[in-house]
């Protein structure tokens, strides 16, 4: 075996034991089989060596070179709409299960543009709760019978048999537990399967928060035959603004974290103002921007974001 072979080897060790990843699954994403790279690390392997080694370190490489993300922890009107919203449902399901109370179904609607920060609010808030919390997304198209089968699912709970039979499993898990289930892009749920949960939810004394967008918003506002029901069942129905340049300064600073010291407050205002009026309100767009000025900025061998590395980063984004 090479010296050159053995430092990959041992880089590759290295990765494997602070990533806490298998070899195997190393070898799917390089995209070679886990018996070659078994014989590679053996240097028994009687192929082409020299495209394993390339497929290897390109991998190193990648993963070396990780693209900065933001943290969503910034306390934003979103996120502290959100949180009231689901600490309400939080405070209805603990006193049913204490109380062993069912009535009906206590549910929390949220709405708000895509983009605005929802999902990672939600699932923020989801990891903090202490009781048992599920968090599944809606697709479009989605069925009754596949909507419960992610539910069971995400409670790990037997989905074979029946939507029936599943839904029972269900109940009889959840009942009095203090269970919430969050359930994103509402707006692709019909009536009836919005229906098929709240009942879930009257059986159980579980709670349910539905998040979706502006057409969420308009089927259940519209109180019209099947979501007329749906509507009366709310306890809270939150609408949701966009991120404003306050929220926009606070998630750019937890983005810099120790760099922000590296700004006067009057570039931090000029920063915060030119993003503000990019990603207009738009907490995806936002992510996208910072993540790729920072790639750019890094590229440049520059110790911060700069006006010019965020106005590179607009020319490379489809921004609407």
Do not use: C
């Amino acid at each position: 075996m090479e010296n050159r072979d053995r430092e990959i080897i041992s880089e590759l060790e290295r990765f494997a034991e602070e990533r806490k990843i298998s070899f195997s699954k190393i070898a799917k994403n390089v995209g070679i089989g886990s018996s070659t790279l078994s014989e590679y690390k053996k240097g028994t392997y009687v192929g082409d060596v020299e495209a394993i080694r390339e497929k290897i370190v390109d991998f190193l490489k990648r993963h070396q070179q990780k693209m900065r993300r933001i943290d969503f922890t910034a306390d934003t009107e979103v996120k502290n709409k959100i949180f009231y919203a689901a600490n309400i449902i939080k405070k209805y399901v603990a006193s049913n299960a204490v109380e062993q109370i069912v009535e009906s179904a206590k549910i929390a609607y949220i709405f708000g543009r895509a983009g605005i920060g929802k999902t990672h609010a939600l699932m923020e808030w989801i990891k903090q709760y202490k009781g048992r919390g599920v968090f599944i997304t809606a697709e479009n198209g989605i069925s009754a019978v596949g909507l419960i089968k992610k539910i069971a699912r995400e409670l790990k709970i037997d989905y074979s048999g029946s939507a029936d039979t599943v839904k029972e499993r269900i109940k009889d898990a959840i009942r009095f537990t203090e269970t919430i289930i969050i359930i994103d892009e509402g707006e692709h749920l019909k009536p009836a399967i919005i229906d098929i949960v709240r009942s879930i939810g009257d059986q159980t004394g579980a709670g349910i928060i539905i998040a979706g967008t502006e057409a969420l918003k308009s089927k259940i506002y519209s109180q019209r035959k099947e979501y007329e029901y749906l509507y009366s069942r709310a306890v809270v129905n939150m609408s949701l603004r966009d991120l404003k340049i306050d929220d926009i300064a606070k998630i750019v600073r937890n983005f810099l974290k120790n760099e922000v010291d590296l700004y006067t407050e009057a570039e931090l205002t000029k920063l915060f103002s030119l993003i503000n009026m990019t990603v207009k309100g738009s907490a995806r767009q936002l992510s996208n921007l910072l993540s790729l000025a920072s790639d750019i900025a890094n590229q440049n061998m520059s110790l911060k974001i700069t006006e010019d590395s965020i106005k590179a980063a607009i020319t490379m984004l489809v921004i609407s």
